[in-house]
């Protein structure tokens, strides 16, 4: 036994290999490999993650990249088809989060590498533009932790605003208390990753007006469901370039907008502040550099498969999959409301998240886990969350959540009563350990052992 992925199945490569291997004996290898990991969330029962699983609209991105894979946007003389597709990205993008509605100012983007990389991208520019010895943002307490890494990486200091317990949403006047002259930049997310609710933007909108500070609003996670949602007829609170205050806007083309791994937008009221995001090097005896953020060489095929992927649904066919996806969320929140020891946090929309005042809920995760789910842990407070795709639309699903959904609820009561602590805990991204949390020092520990597993080499390599 080993606790290198695959190891006892294929070969371990610690060397290039002296004569290269056939194309056809890799293929079946890496068949075998995605065929197995595919199986898991093919059952709808993984959360978030797997934004689309439909292998067809898969192998159709997948030759568009494989056309333009090779291409380097960086050299646009050579591969003129870059700009056509990242523009028409952004375009779309644009249109979608009205910035037809924006005057006085020339509407601009860029696209990234996910979300992270459109916050990160964000928070620097709102630096750059704004030139401050000593910059600092003010976000809601639940936005992304990319944010507080934009920070650590830009000596931007992080305030965090408190949101209300019952709805989840930012404190708006918290959050007013804490912007003064260095503030360059309100967050507001929509809706955020742990409850999938949505903070209120017009509000933050209009306080950024009052005190001359840029909003940017985190919908890299919603950009690309909500707006869809509201075409449906559903009350979607208005969170895009229609308040004046809205000054950037984050929408990730690879989760709703069902693309390839690896993409996102960053958009912008002002192409100005877009701008300032350009590095220009005029001496360099290799020539004069220059790229529009932070990553220099980009592969032409995501920008490819990201425009094509757009192209083909259509506004009809996202429409089509949000609907589904919104019903699928009512009736599995509506699931978590019918056992009256569980508490939905907030209103959410397409993510739901949950906990009890009856018992520990990570009891309800671990049974639900022993039911084939992988649901996510959150902490302060400790809640569960359910992040709803196309795979949960799918028939069976959501009865399935509800049946064993009950069945985790008398799980947790039995354990509650037998005193019993429960396995898991809350960690972004895997699957929860049973980590506490007090110990801080510790936890930190854990956490950077569990990275270097992650990113370990063959184990006679190290």
């Given at each position: 036994m080993t606790d290198y992925p695959y190891a006892d199945r294929f070969e371990v490569h610690e060397r290039l290999p002296e004569d290269g291997r056939p194309p056809e004996e890799i293929l079946a290898e890496l068949r075998e490999m995605a065929g197995a990991e595919d199986a898991f969330w093919e059952t709808g029962k993984a959360s978030g993650t797997v934004y689309c699983g439909?292998?067809?609209?898969?192998?159709f991105m997948a030759e568009t990249y494989g056309l333009f894979g090779h291409a380097n946007v960086l050299q646009r003389d050579m591969f003129p088809s870059a700009t056509k597709?990242?523009?028409e990205i952004l375009a779309m993008t644009l249109d979608l989060m009205h910035a037809g509605a924006v005057t006085g100012t020339e509407p601009a983007g860029i696209v990234t590498t996910g979300g992270t990389g459109s916050i990160l991208h964000a928070m620097l520019a709102y630096r750059d533009a704004a030139g401050l010895e000593r910059p600092n943002i003010v976000k809601p307490e639940t936005a992304h932790p990319a944010f507080d890494k934009a920070g650590h990486l830009f000596g931007i200091e992080v305030r965090r605003a408190p949101v209300d317990p019952r709805t989840t949403l930012v404190d708006v006047d918290a959050a007013a208390d804490l912007i003064d002259a260095d503030t360059v930049a309100l967050v507001g997310s929509a809706?955020?990753?742990g409850y999938g609710t949505i903070d209120p933007i017009a509000?933050?909108?209009?306080?950024?007006?009052?005190?001359?500070?840029?909003?940017?609003?985190?919908?890299?996670?919603?950009?690309?469901?909500?707006?869809?949602g509201e075409e449906l007829g559903l009350d979607v609170p208005v969170f895009d370039f229609r308040l004046p205050g809205v000054t950037s806007?984050?929408?990730?083309?690879?989760?709703?907008?069902?693309?390839l791994k690896g993409t996102s937008t960053l958009l912008f009221r002002d192409g100005a502040l877009r701008n300032a995001l350009y590095f220009l090097d005029?001496?360099?005896?290799?020539?004069?550099?220059?790229s529009p953020g932070i990553e220099g060489s980009r592969s032409g095929g995501l920008l490819a498969a990201t425009w094509a992927g757009m192209v083909r649904l259509g506004r009809s066919g996202y429409r089509r999959h949000a609907a589904r996806i919104f019903e699928t969320a009512r009736r599995m929140i509506g699931a978590v409301r019918s056992h009256p020891e569980l508490r939905v946090l907030g209103e959410p929309t397409f993510l739901?998240?949950?906990?009890?005042?009856?018992?520990?809920?990570?009891?309800?995760?671990?049974?639900?886990a022993g039911r084939g789910w992988r649901l996510n842990g959150?902490?302060?407070p400790n809640a569960v969350h359910m992040a709803v795709t196309r795979p949960q639309t799918r028939p069976g699903v959501a009865e399935a959540f509800a049946a064993d959904l009950a069945e985790a609820v008398e799980y947790a009561l039995k354990q509650e009563k037998a005193g019993e602590a429960p396995m898991s805990g809350a960690v972004y991204g895997g699957v929860p350990g049973g980590l506490t949390h007090e110990a801080d020092d510790f936890i930190r520990q854990v956490m950077a052992g569990m990275l270097d597993t992650q990113q370990s080499l063959p184990p006679s390599a190290r």
């Open positions: 439909d292998h067809r609209h898969y192998a597709f990242e523009g809706g955020n990753y509000e933050l909108s209009e306080l950024a007006l009052s005190r001359g500070v840029g909003l940017h609003v985190d919908a890299c996670l919603g950009g690309f469901i909500l707006p869809f806007i984050s929408a990730d083309t690879h989760k709703y907008g069902y693309g005029t001496g360099w005896s290799g020539g004069k550099y220059l739901f998240s949950f906990t009890s005042d009856e018992f520990d809920i990570y009891h309800v995760y671990d049974s639900m959150q902490q302060y």
